[in-house]
Every structure is written in structure tokens, then in C-alpha cells.
């Protein structure tokens, strides 16, 4: 018992943070198809900039800051690059992201070590907020709850219940119609590239102290958001936040389960010491989401709740 | 009419000549090259260099059968370089243990096809639900399984051989053409004899029906199904020799190393290779040889000078796809085509662009070589030509900013006066 309830309450958390990243990379894709390796760079670049940020001024200013920071450097990198390579294809843009994550990788190595940064949580969060078990619950996890849900709500009121929202809806799915009712359409991919890097550098912010700030932070995370995305489907927030979700509980209760190979399929006549054997369950963690974006690209292209194939 | 028509098509066809030059004389000039390098007695780190280039081509020309021939982008392609160089070295350990038999007769110089059996394969198994789809789906399921493959491979003990890998010994079995793969001059003939082969292999490969009907899937699809082919069938064999020639290089690389980490397996690799395709030229097929000549050797060499080669590698790279979506093949072709239709004029442009590009190169290597000793923090000093300069010194930064300004500055100039040549 004790343990579910703990997967459940960690792997909730998991999983909003991976929608705080997932959110903003599903809109970028559904409305320019190009699917953006960088992301998780964004998210890294919120990070560091929230360590910088707080260590001269303190956690709050950086939590407003280092998104507003990371949006304008997501919505340069639309507008004098990726704009740009637009013309040369889808293939181009991925390359181009491709690229950029490489290079936001060396200059973060440069400006701030090879080595993790001490980004700490704030003070006034770090204290236990409650005991389960006999054993205590830090308040800052569900502090992350409260921003990750903060942020679901602010957006979907702002895709669902104003004008703008309205525009980028449309935008997703039908972006030429938008553009010959007479809307600036790259503006809006502007806009939205920067935005969705913003929520990538919130996500940095309330996860890098939570996790680990290094520089190997982008690459950990980043393949497992694009199955994020993947497995909820093209054009469909609702569709990221399952599959978020989804991968948040299924790798943290893979990690808590104690059980060999040998002790599920030992009735078939596999042994402890063989080498399969010995594949334990929580080892495999690392490799379900990946497992789970290849089935389901395999049986269902459109992911989840997407409308359309990728 | 008929007749007319007849005749011009006769005339479409490329003559002899023209066939010798384009598909007879590269190979020849090639296969020369590789033959003459010996006569000039290198180094051992120049030979060393040298079998690094012989893979690392075969590598890149196996990655464009799928991304410049077949249009699939995969990050997933050093899974089929890795498992093929486990194949060959678990088939050397056999050699080595052969005690006569049909191990005992296999010389270590036939491992690249070993390899490539190994690729095949493993194209063959990974390759049937990953082909269905082209496009982003396609780099996404490739990602995917580079991954699991990758994770498959610290898990698999007895195959992958852990942490440290498996190794091997190259100097067993019977001797091909007199070589006993000991010393490194002798795994140079035994690299360029394979790399010259599996030029010609993979270049004869696209002028089959398949590689043809590689290219127009790439470019239509549908029209492919229409005229009564099976993309995904297409797509299927293409990612099948593909995976073949990459086991292949992988096969060259365990009889050089003589060691395969699961390492090799994963992302870094298949970044890498997708860098050195891309970078040479994809559209080109003497593109991804440029490429891979120009980035192992900048690997070994610059690595040397600077811990930011990395950083420079990702600029070279982002640079390319903005502004030469063709490769260093687009740029060399391009100077030359020009030259050829407008003479010195073009000439002149062109060399006006390299000065404008080599000054604002200055502002940038000053301001990363700074900034990397900077952040070291061992107090070292960059000093190149007997300049002392130093993160605070104001001529460090003079020599960031006014080049930056002055080489970007003219850049545009040129592209403006480009822009209204052209209108």
C-alpha cells in the first residue's frame, strides 16, 4: 500500500512535469509539423537561467523571469532561424532543431561547467508537509503540482475561452484558411513557438532543483517528451496530458516493482541465474516509453486522441 | 513525327564519353588515391586517420542509400554499424578458438561481410514494422528503437559484453593477398579495399531498378503505388542493404579497433553519422565521402586544439542547413557550375563571400576559445600569434565585436547586391 500511494503521488508529479514540456512541443507540432529537438534544450536553458536568476535575486523572480527568458530566445530562434529553413522542408526544420540542441548543449557546458550546478529548492519549500507511512512528504512536490495545474488551467482558458485561443486552434489544424482570413500567420508561429519554449522553461524551472540542473539534463528527458507527444497524438492537448500522465505512473511504479524476469515467468522454466532471468523489472523502466513509441506508431499512427497521422 | 521523337530521345542519353566521366573515372581516380597514399610513407597516426576516413566513408554512404536516395531521415542508422561490428568480432572470437573446421578457414579480412550479414539482418527484423511509414514517423520510430536497442545492449551481458565490450585479435586465421592485419599499414590496404569496394557497391546500387525506385519514392509516393509499385516494399529492401553496408563499415571497424562498446549503439553515433552525410551533401553522391573526410578528420585534429569542437561542429552544421541545404558537394558543384556559366564575375563573388565569412569567423573562434578557458577556470590565457588575450582586456573583446560586425556586415551586402542582380 505504501508504496502505490507513493508512485502514484511521485508519478503524478512526473507526469505533469512532462506536460509542462509536452504541452507547448504538441502545439508547435501540430501547428508547424516540425518536431522540435531542441524542446528539451529550452527546457534545460530554464533551468540554468532560474539557477543564475535566484542566485542574485532569489526563486520567485526566477520563476516569473527565466520563462519570459526562454520565450524570447524560443521566439528569436523562430524567427531568424527556423523561418528561414521553413522553405527548404520539413526535413530541414527537424535538422535545424536537430542542430540547435547540439549547440545549446556545448554553450551551457561553456557558460556553466560540465558539471551539475547547485540549484536548490527555495527555503521556504523546504520543509516536509505531511507524513505518510512514517515517512515525510517534501511541500516542494507539491508545490509542482500546484504550478503544473496552474499552468494546465491558465492554458486552457487561453486556448479555450479567448480570441487568440480561438486563432491557434484554428491554426493547428487549417493554417492556410487562417492565413487568408487575414492573420499573420508566421506571427502566430512566432508566438507560439515562443510560448511553448516558455512552458519548457518553467518546467526547467520547477523541475530543475526537483530533478538535477546538468548539462545532460536536455538529453535524459528529451526523447522521452517526443514520445509524450507522439503517443497522445497530433493537434490534441488533452491526448499529451493522458500520455503524460500514462508515462509518469508507468515508469514510477516500473521502478518500484521488485520482481526478476525468472519470478513472472518462472512456470515457463526460466531460471534465476540465466541472463534473461535476471532482467529485472524496474531496469526496464528506462526503455518503456520508448517501447510504448514504437507499438504505438506501429498499431496506432495517430496516437491516442490525435486527428490526424503524423 | 514518331521518328523525330526517337532521334531527340537518342540524343537525351549520355554519350560514352560522358558515361566514362561521370560513373567510370571518380571510381578509377578513387581506387588511385587509395592505392598512391601508401608511396608517400605516412605516420602512423596519418594511417591511423586514414582507416578512421575508409569506415567512417562506407558509414556515411550506407546513411545516404536512406536519407539522400530513399528521403528517409533515420537517427537510429549506427544500431546496424554496431550490431554488424559485434557480428564480425563474435565471428573473430570463433576464428580465433577454431580448431580447424569451417571457422578455421575464414580469414579475418572477409569480417565486413559478416557484417554486412549482421546489418542485413538486423535491417531486415527492425526494418519491417519501422518502413511502413516515411517522413517524421519514420525519424521517430527509428529514434525509438535506437534507443531500446541501445539499453538492450548494457542489459545483454554475454553479447554486448557490458561496460567494457567485447574485444578481439585480428592477427589469426589464413592470410588474403599476403596480409597478416598486424601492423597498421596492412589493416590500410585491408580499409581501402573494402572502402573502395563498397563505394563501387553502393554507387552500382542506386543505378539498379530498386535504387531508382528508391529516389522516386522519396519523391512521389503515390505516383510509385500508382504505377503499380509498393512503397513500403520499396522502402523495406533500401533499409535492408542499407542496414547491410553500415554492418559492413561496422565489420571494418572491429577488425581495425578491435573492440565494439554498446556505446556504438547508441544516439551519439547516429548523430554523428547524420552530421557527416549532411554536412558533406546528401543530394550528392561523392557528398557523404566529403563529408566524412572532413569530419573525421576534423574529429581527430581539432580535438586537439580546442575542447569547443564540438560547438564548432554544431555551428558548421546549423550553418549548412541554413545556408547550403546541398553540403560542401552543393558549394564545390555550385563554384563550379558558376565559374563555368559566368567565369571571373562568379569567381569574384564567391571569393568576396569567404573573406566576409573567415573575418567573422575570427569574432567567433576569439569569442569561444576566450570563453572556454574562461569557464575552465585554470586561469589559462588564449594566445594565439603572441596576443595575450584575456576575458576583461578590451581588445579581446575588439577582436570579437569588430570582426563579428565587419564579416556579417559584408555578408549581407554581397546577398543584397545577389538579390538585385537577380530582380
Redesign the interface.
Known amino acids: 500500500m505504501e508504496t502505490v500511494v507513493f508512485s502514484l503521488l511521485n508519478g503524478v508529479i512526473y507526469g505533469l512535469l512532462l506536460f509542462m514540456l509536452s504541452s507547448g512541443l504538441t502545439l508547435i507540432f501540430s501547428m508547424m509539423?516540425v518536431?522540435n529537438f531542441a524542446h528539451a534544450s529550452f527546457y534545460m536553458l530554464g533551468a540554468y537561467f532560474a539557477y543564475t536568476i535566484s542566485s542574485v535575486s532569489g526563486f520567485w523572480l526566477a520563476l516569473i523571469f527565466a520563462p519570459i527568458l526562454v520565450g524570447l530566445v524560443g521566439a528569436a530562434t523562430e524567427r531568424w532561424?527556423l523561418r528561414?529553413?521553413h522553405a527548404?522542408g520539413?526535413?530541414?526544420e527537424?535538422?535545424?532543431t536537430?542542430?540547435?540542441a547540439?549547440?545549446i548543449?556545448?554553450?551551457v557546458?561553456?557558460?556553466?561547467?560540465r558539471n551539475s550546478v547547485d540549484y536548490r529548492v527555495p527555503e521556504l519549500l523546504d520543509f516536509p508537509l505531511f507524513t505518510l507511512y512514517g515517512t515525510q512528504y517534501p511541500a516542494y512536490r507539491i508545490f509542482i503540482l500546484f504550478v503544473a495545474v496552474a499552468m494546465l488551467v491558465a492554458l486552457w482558458l487561453l486556448l479555450k475561452r479567448t480570441r487568440a485561443g480561438l486563432i491557434i486552434q484554428a491554426a493547428l489544424t487549417h493554417p492556410e484558411m487562417v492565413g487568408h482570413l487575414g492573420h499573420n500567420v508566421p506571427r502566430i508561429f512566432m508566438t507560439v513557438f515562443g510560448v511553448g519554449c516558455a512552458l519548457a522553461g518553467l518546467a526547467g524551472v520547477i523541475g530543475g532543483n526537483y530533478l538535477v540542473t546538468d548539462p545532460a539534463m536536455a538529453i535524459s528527458i528529451g526523447?522521452i517528451v517526443?514520445?509524450v507527444v507522439?503517443v497522445g497524438g497530433l493537434g490534441s492537448l488533452e491526448g499529451a496530458f493522458i500520455a503524460s500522465l500514462l508515462l509518469g505512473l508507468l515508469q514510477t511504479f516500473a521502478v518500484s516493482i521488485d520482481a526478476s524476469f525468472a519470478d513472472i515467468f518462472g512456470w515457463l522454466g526460466l531460471g534465476e541465474t540465466t541472463?534473461v532471468g535476471r532482467?529485472t523489472i524496474a531496469?526496464l523502466a528506462?526503455?518503456l516509453p520508448?517501447?510504448m513509441?514504437?507499438l504505438i506508431?506501429?498499431v496506432r499512427?495517430r496516437g491516442l486522441m490525435g486527428d490526424r497521422?503524423? | 513525327m514518331s521518328d523525330m521523337a526517337t532521334e531527340n530521345f537518342a540524343n537525351l542519353a549520355p554519350s560514352n564519353a560522358q558515361k566514362f566521366r561521370m560513373r567510370v573515372l571518380p571510381f578509377v581516380l578513387f581506387a588511385a588515391v587509395a592505392v598512391l597514399i601508401p608511396l608517400f610513407g605516412p605516420s602512423r597516426s596519418a594511417y591511423s586517420l586514414l582507416n578512421a576516413i575508409g569506415i567512417n566513408i562506407v558509414f556515411a554512404l550506407s546513411y545516404n542509400m536512406l536519407l539522400g536516395r530513399a528521403?528517409l531521415?533515420s537517427f537510429g542508422h549506427a544500431v546496424y554499424f554496431g550490431l554488424g561490428g559485434y557480428a564480425a568480432l563474435h565471428a573473430m572470437g570463433m576464428i580465433e578458438n577454431a580448431d580447424g573446421g569451417f571457422w578455421g578457414s575464414v580469414p579475418v579480412f572477409a569480417m565486413p561481410l559478416v557484417g554486412f550479414a549482421g546489418g542485413a539482418l538486423a535491417g531486415a527484423v527492425i526494418g519491417w514494422?519501422s518502413c511502413?511509414?516515411a517522413?517524421?514517423?519514420f525519424?521517430?520510430?527509428s529514434?525509438?528503437?535506437a534507443?531500446?536497442i541501445a539499453?538492450?545492449g548494457f542489459?545483454?551481458?554475454?553479447i554486448f559484453g557490458g561496460e567494457e565490450g567485447i574485444s578481439g585479435d585480428r592477427m589469426n586465421g589464413p592470410e588474403v593477398f599476403g596480409l597478416s592485419l598486424g601492423p597498421i599499414g596492412e589493416v590500410y590496404w585491408f580499409i581501402a579495399f573494402w572502402t573502395v569496394l563498397a563505394a563501387l557497391l553502393i554507387f552500382a546500387f542506386t543505378r539498379t531498378p530498386l535504387g531508382r525506385m528508391s529516389e522516386a519514392t522519396r519523391d512521389n509516393p503515390q505516383r510509385v503505388e500508382f504505377v503499380g509499385y509498393d512503397p513500403t516494399r520499396v522502402r523495406y529492401l533500401v533499409f535492408i542493404a542499407a542496414g547491410g553496408f553500415a554492418g559492413l563499415a561496422g565489420g571494418m571497424s572491429a577488425v581495425n579497433y578491435e573492440i565494439f562498446t554498446p556505446e556504438a549503439l547508441s544516439l551519439l553515433p547516429s548523430?554523428f553519422v547524420?552530421?557527416m552525410t549532411?554536412v558533406g551533401g546528401a543530394r550528392y553522391f561523392a557528398g557523404p565521402v566529403l563529408g566524412a573526410i572532413v569530419l573525421t578528420y576534423m574529429q581527430s585534429n581539432l580535438s586537439d586544439f580546442t575542447e569547443?569542437w564540438?560547438?564548432y561542429?554544431?555551428?558548421l552544421?546549423?550553418t549548412i542547413?541554413?545556408y547550403a541545404?546541398n553540403g560542401l558537394a552543393g558549394i564545390v558543384a555550385g563554384l563550379w557550375n558558376g565559374t563555368r556559366a559566368t567565369g571571373m564575375a562568379y569567381l569574384k563573388t564567391w571569393a568576396a563571400r569567404v573573406v566576409a565569412i573567415a573575418i567573422a569567423m575570427v569574432g567567433v573562434i576569439v569569442l569561444?576559445e576566450v570563453?572556454?578557458r574562461k569557464?575552465n577556470g585554470y586561469g589559462e590565457v588564449f594566445e594565439p600569434f603572441g596576443l595575450h588575450l584575456t576575458p576583461g582586456s578590451p581588445l579581446t573583446w575588439a577582436l570579437v565585436i569588430v570582426p563579428l560586425i565587419v564579416g556579417l556586415g559584408l555578408l549581407r551586402h554581397l546577398a543584397r547586391d545577389e538579390q538585385e542582380a537577380g530582380a
Open positions: 509539423g518536431l532561424g528561414k529553413v527548404n520539413h526535413v530541414a527537424l535538422l535545424f536537430f542542430g540547435l547540439y549547440l548543449d556545448e554553450v557546458k561553456i557558460i556553466w561547467g526523447p517526443f514520445v507522439v541472463e532482467i531496469s528506462p526503455m520508448f517501447l513509441l514504437v506508431l506501429m499512427p497521422d503524423i | 528521403g531521415l514494422p511502413r511509414r517522413g517524421t514517423a525519424a521517430m520510430i529514434l525509438g528503437v534507443e531500446l539499453a538492450m542489459m545483454f551481458g554475454s548523430g547524420l552530421i549532411y569547443a564540438l560547438l561542429l554544431g555551428l552544421f546549423i542547413v541554413m541545404p569561444v570563453a572556454v569557464s
